[in-house]
């Protein structure tokens, strides 16, 4: 029988979906008679101490006082994790009435299986449009299994000290070209000291760079789930921006680098082992330092660079989308407070932008900036400058598919930043596994 890989994380999934009812039975909650308050599972990855989860819960408890929230999280911030966990609870019946995926291509995948409940009816019942009350649509063929929270921009941290040492000004619009010029500018020393201009981490994004933020066809297949998206000027950019930095110029941690030593972006560049990162706005609050790690320099920013000259300042667009489970006993409570948060409540935390059309700006950056540990080390100027003039791409949900696509591409990119391949036999090779993946898929 052909499958979908992304079903193949759990078989159990299948199974439980189909008979784990009464199992689901037994182990979901019922209200609590002596206090007439429902209890709701929310199900996702992060830590609820460092991202205010309980401010949140709280207040919406003044607003929905018969409504608790129960979070069930291993706090450890690890999003791939936490998918393994939430389809063994739901092939295992446990009580599930709140769920988040951190990328459009997992909310798919767990739409596409059942997993959650429409919302049409209630947003209907709510009287609001999508486009017209959040930036991203998270509509799936003609459904809306979830509302938008966290919303990401995407951009350049640059240490501003570096800058000033290279004489080098913020950028206010600039192409990939200028991005390796500063690059390799920025980079200085040799050996174990050598601090590199840029680095770039292991998400998928960093694998497609040239591709990642344009308006529209940023991902691996085309929506119509058949087309392959990987043959084209734009991914062939991609990995000529990785070869200059990483290879020829030598301006950016080289991959076997950070696969040996495992590296991660923020010792990284908080340690100042590289000046410049490419990333998202969940950074913004941690441009200040933390107790873990503190910010010892102040951090600028600016726009994700562009192909050509010509080409608007567009960003990628990402977030993280809460969902109802479709097996919940208590499917309206859940959804009220999917909306509260969507809205009014992810602002409390003062940790992520909001997708949320009608939240202010302004007051959300302040609020961000003043969450850090030493808000003097992020620059506002700069900072809203990159945020008010980039473009977001129009944000579209993959084909379920597209999640063993981008794993499938990912190994030959890894032998191309090896020195193992070259461009061409990279992109052939990807696009045969690709049409392989797509035939297996239908």
């Known amino acids: 029988m052909k499958h979908w890989s992304y079903i193949l994380t759990s078989i159990a999934l299948i199974v439980g979906l189909l008979s784990g009812c009464g199992a689901q039975k037994e182990k979901q909650s019922t209200p609590d008679n002596s206090t007439n308050q429902t209890t709701l599972k929310l199900h996702f990855w992060y ?42 609870a739901s092939a295992s019946g446990d009580q599930i009435d709140i769920m ?56 350049v941290m640059m240490n501003k000290n570096h800058l000033d040492e290279a004489g080098l000004s913020v950028p206010k619009d600039w192409t990939w070209d200028e991005f390796l010029d500063y690059s ?30 344009q308006p529209d066809d940023y991902y691996l297949v085309k929506s119509d789930g058949k087309t392959l998206n990987i043959d084209n000027s734009l991914v062939r950019r991609s990995l000529d921006i990785r070869k200059q930095a990483e290879m020829v110029d030598k301006s950016a941690t080289p991959y076997s680098e950070t696969m040996s030593q495992k590296l991660n972006y923020r010792p990284q560049y908080f340690g100042e082992k590289t000046s410049m990162i490419v990333t998202g706005d969940f950074m913004i609050p941690e441009a200040g330092g933390s107790d873990k790690v503190p910010a010892n320099f102040q951090t600028v920013f600016a726009p994700y660079p562009k192909v050509n000259e010509a080409d608007p300042i567009s960003t990628i667009t990402a977030g993280d989308i809460m969902g109802v489970s479709s097996k919940s006993k208590h499917k309206q409570e859940a959804y009220d407070f999917v909306r509260w948060y969507t809205t009014e409540g992810i602002q409390y935390q003062g940790k992520y932008m909001s997708a949320w059309k009608k939240a202010d700006l302004n007051k959300v950056i302040d609020t961000l900036i003043a969450s850090s540990k ?29 999640e063993e696509l981008e794993n499938a591409y990912k190994k030959e990119v890894e032998k191309f930043l090896l020195g193992e391949t070259d461009v061409d036999t990279t992109i052939n090779s990807a696009v045969q596994k690709g049409q392989e993946i797509i035939k297996n898929s239908q």
Request: net charge negative.
């Open 100 to 155: 988040m995926f951190s990328n459009a291509t997992y909310y798919a995948q767990r739409a596409t299986a059942n997993m959650l409940e429409p919302l049409n009816d209630y947003i209907a019942k709510d009287g609001f449009n999508m486009q017209d009350e959040y930036y991203m649509d998270t509509t799936y063929g003609d459904t809306i299994y979830g509302l938008p929270a966290k919303k990401n921009i995407y951009f």
């Open 374 to 402: 030493t808000p003097d080390m992020i620059d506002r100027e700069s900072l809203m400058y990159t945020m008010t003039n980039s473009i977001p791409q129009q944000y579209n949900i993959p084909a379920p598919i597209n």
């Open 184 to 213: 390799k500018k920025l980079t200085k020393g040799e050996g174990a000291s050598k601090r590199y201009g840029s680095y770039f981490h292991t998400f998928s994004q960093y694998y497609h760079l040239a591709l990642s933020n």
């Open 47 to 88: 830590n609820e101490d460092q991202d205010n989860w309980k401010t949140v819960y709280s207040e919406f408890q003044k607003k929905y006082p018969n409504i608790k929230i129960e979070a069930v999280t291993a706090g450890d911030n690890n999003a791939n994790e936490y998918l393994k966990r939430l389809d063994l």
